[in-house]
């Protein structure tokens, strides 16, 4: 009998182990269990309120269009002899150096009969469009200037059209038109 107490207080004494055994493991797999949940939901909620929008090539264009500077170019309008300059401010003088020479030559051409000595500055606002197209803008000419040259305007006129053919100006790849002011000096004795 002495050995059956003897099972009995052994099976007595593990029994409070086993039930802490038992307890444990059951709160371990609770909070696995909790924290898994918690995991699954957390990335339930962030992954679902993610919208994509799709923007049309126009709106890009167009949201792309108002930051840009318009009154700045890439490349100015340049003739065969400026295609080579690469820095923007030695391609703009060379254009402008260019259409000087050739207006120049053509007014010296004309053979003007004046009264009394010239030695006035016009200015000439000449446009190049997107095409490559020079255009006089508009002309600022002294109104004694005009009196003694009334041809001046023509011959303004006609070197514009004589000049060689120009690239236009470009803004990130695509012509744009630019507007240049150009002084003129006339001399004439």
Same mark, same amino acid.
């Given at each position: ?6 099972? !009995? ?8 182990? @086993? ?7 059951? !709160?371990?797999? %609770? ?10 939901? %957390?990335?339930?909620? @962030?992954?679902?309120?993610? #919208?994509?929008?799709?923007?049309? @090539?126009? /709106?890009?264009? #167009?949201?792309?269009?108002?930051? %840009?500077?318009?009154? #700045?170019?890439?490349? *100015?309008?340049?003739? $065969?002899?400026?295609?080579? $300059?690469? #820095? %923007? ?6 254009? $402008? ?12 051409? +004309? +053979?003007?009969?004046?009264? /009394? ?5 016009? *200015? ?26 009334? /041809? ?9 059209? @004589?000049?060689?053919?120009? *690239? ?20 004439? /004795?």
């Amino acid at each position: 009998m002495k050995k059956a107490l003897l099972d !009995n207080r052994d099976l007595n004494a593990l029994k409070p182990v @086993s039930r802490f055994k038992s307890y444990f493991f059951h !709160n371990c797999l %609770l909070v696995l269990f909790r924290r898994g949940l918690f995991v699954i939901a %957390l990335l339930l909620i @962030s992954s679902c309120n993610f #919208e994509t929008k799709k923007i049309s @090539s126009e /709106e890009v264009l #167009e949201l792309e269009s108002q930051t %840009l500077n318009w009154k #700045e170019v890439d490349e *100015y309008p340049a003739f $065969e002899d400026c295609q080579d $300059e690469t #820095e %923007l401010l030695a391609a703009r003088e060379c254009f $402008e150096r260019e259409v000087a020479e050739n207006i120049y030559a053509y007014l010296s051409k +004309q +053979q003007p009969v004046v009264t /009394e000595s010239i030695d006035d500055t016009l *200015y000439l606002y000449l446009e190049i469009n997107s095409a490559g197209r020079p255009e006089i803008d508009s002309v600022k000419i002294d109104s004694t200037l005009n009196n003694q040259l009334p /041809e001046l305007r023509m011959w303004l006129d006609q070197s514009i059209d @004589s000049l060689p053919k120009i *690239y236009p100006a470009s803004k990130r790849g695509v012509p744009v038109s630019t507007v240049f002011k150009m002084p003129i000096v006339i001399k004439a /004795e």
